[in-house]
């Protein structure tokens, strides 16, 4: 009887996998391609300073609909494109997409605002990368300060001594550089003492555990990486009682549904328009002191 049940969870485990190994094919061979067809596109969700509720900059999220498939997460589908080679043209296109895009709004009278592009591991890794980013700066004539990049703690922690070289690297170019899903890794905040960045973003699920116990781990996070000079962003603000909590915690940026989802291009700027004429500048920038 043991030995039955045994064999057939195997046979699940198995068809499991199956299935798993063809749906990836499916979005692979999808996916190839994708770039070229112009299934596409980047969406902005805003950053805002919790201080003054300015927008300051954007992060860039990628979305792909496909004739075939659909809408398919990135969650989805960029796992996929790292597993089969494909994240480095994937990747290419994001990073000069919203280059470009950052560019045509500080030309269109927001001159202040900056763009947050994901990067991959497998992007970081590469001998090529810094080159590749100031490349595609150059490209669009847009100033390094416009541009952070988001890497994950995995990405950062595999090789340490490496990426503190090409952090080094970047940084010189005026590039910032943001831990991303911080706490979800390696959840040490002993490594921020010597990694060469400039901001720290804490996961959404520190955000959301903020109302149960996790008020205390938040404000740890916040005056540890303010001690190490390092600006702080949360992500996933849903309620105004996280806004406010992350307020009197003095984090400095936030986003999440509660200001705006992600958005195209021309809802973006309208936002930063109108949301940026209803309040005021930081008190930093506006007055010596204040
Ligand atoms: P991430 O970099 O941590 O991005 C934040 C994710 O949280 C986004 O999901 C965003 O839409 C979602 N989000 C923002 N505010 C809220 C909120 O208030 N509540 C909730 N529930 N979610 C919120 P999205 O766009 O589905 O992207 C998922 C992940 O896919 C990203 O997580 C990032 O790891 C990856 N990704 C997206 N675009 C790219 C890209 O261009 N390159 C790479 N390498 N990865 C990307
Ligand atoms: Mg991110
Ligand atoms: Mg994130
Ligand atoms: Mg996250």
């Known amino acids: 009887e043991a030995k039955r049940r045994g064999r057939n969870g195997m046979q699940f485990y198995n068809q499991q996998i199956e299935q798993q190994t063809a749906e990836i094919h499916r979005i692979e ?44 997460s990135p969650a989805t589908f960029i796992p996929v494109a790292e597993q089969r080679g494909l994240i480095h043209a994937v990747g290419s296109w994001v990073l000069d997409t919203a280059v470009d895009q950052v560019r045509q709004w500080r030309a269109a009278g927001q001159p202040d605002l900056g763009v947050s592009v994901n990067v991959s591991p497998l992007q970081f890794e590469r001998d090529d990368f810094v080159a590749q980013v100031q490349a595609t700066l150059q490209r669009h004539s847009l100033a390094g300060s416009a541009l952070t990049l988001e890497l994950t703690e995995g990405s950062l922690l595999s090789d340490f ?3 503190n070289i090409k952090l080094r690297e970047l940084r010189a170019l005026g590039i910032q550089v ?5 706490g ?13 960045v400039d901001i720290v973003k804490i996961d959404r699920s520190f955000i959301w555990a903020m109302q149960d116990d996790g008020l205390t781990f938040v404000e740890a996070i916040v005056r540890i990486a303010h001690h190490l000079k390092l600006r702080i962003v949360a992500e996933g603000i849903e309620t105004p009682e996280q806004c406010c909590s992350l307020q009197t915690l003095s984090c400095d940026l936030g986003q999440g549904y509660l200001f705006s989802k992600p ?4 809802e973006f700027l309208a936002f930063v328009q109108e949301t940026n004429r209803a309040t005021q500048p930081d008190a930093a920038h506006a007055l010596p002191h204040g």
């Not at 943001?178 to 911080?182: C, L, Q, R, S, T």
């Not at 979800?184 to 060469?196: F, I, K």
């Not at 958005?263 to 021309?266: K, N, R, W, Y």
Request: aromatic share 8%; proline share 4%.
């Open 178 to 182: 943001a831990v991303d899903d911080f």
């Open 263 to 266: 958005l195209p291009s021309a």
């Open 29 to 72: 061979v999808q996916l190839r391609g994708a770039v070229e067809r112009g299934e596409l596109s980047v969406h902005f969700q805003p950053l805002v300073s919790l201080a003054s509720r300015q927008v300051r900059s954007a992060e860039a999220l990628l979305r792909w609909t496909s004739p075939v498939l659909g809408i398919v």
């Open 161 to 163: 001594a490496a990426s």
């Open 184 to 196: 979800t890794g390696y959840s040490s905040l002993a490594y921020l003492r010597t990694l060469q």
